[in-house]
């Protein structure tokens, strides 16, 4: 099964993904988390992307299709995956189409819908383990004890790009150059589009009955 994640910033992408992933034992390819692993670790593509993600913009389309296409290419990745963040343009839709090639009709694209109003208040109560990435909401999703993760005990930190600021840029890169891409996958007949509000479990079961 191959799946395209679509959504806002704080649409809970990332913590449906990951469900989803170990549902249908499939590797959950997050370009964030790549991105963000490779700022930590101070390499070349860390240091070009840096500054963009703190200020909420999009990293250039080469640099991610690059990245892509070689996480695509690794064994784990050929009986499916599930793609969270990536495509974010068109251009990067259409090469997309080009390296999973005559696939295509197995891949399902889900958008998850969230108004603007509440992403904001979400994301400023988001938390994330820095040690396993496991993602919390203090309010929705809290930890069982205070500011920990609950797998291994880390201290929760808030994103660096999750300042209100960033995340107003990240929701006007969103409109402006991903929604074009829904319309890309709507005319192929991929497109599903899930009601992203609620309850976690809830939007996880709309997710799964979208799939099949
Ligand atoms: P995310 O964790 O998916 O919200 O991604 C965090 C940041 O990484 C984004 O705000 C972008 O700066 C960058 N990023 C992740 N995926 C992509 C992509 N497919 N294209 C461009 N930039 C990306």
Redesign the pocket.
Known sequence: MKIIFIGP?GSG??TQAKRIAAEHGIPHI????I??EAVAEGTELGKK?AP??AS????P?DL?IGIINDRLGKADARKGFIL??????VV?AEKLDGIVGNGTEKLRVVQLLVPDEAIVKRIALRRSCPQCGAIYHLENQPPANDNVCDKDGAELVARP?DTEAAVRK?LE?FHRQTMPVTSFYKTKSWLREVDGTGPVDQVFERIQRSLV
């Open positions: 910033p992408k990332g997050s370009t964030g988390d991105l963000r992307a963009t993600m909420g913009g999009l990293v389309d991610m969270d963040g990536f495509p974010r343009t990067q790009d990240r890169a």
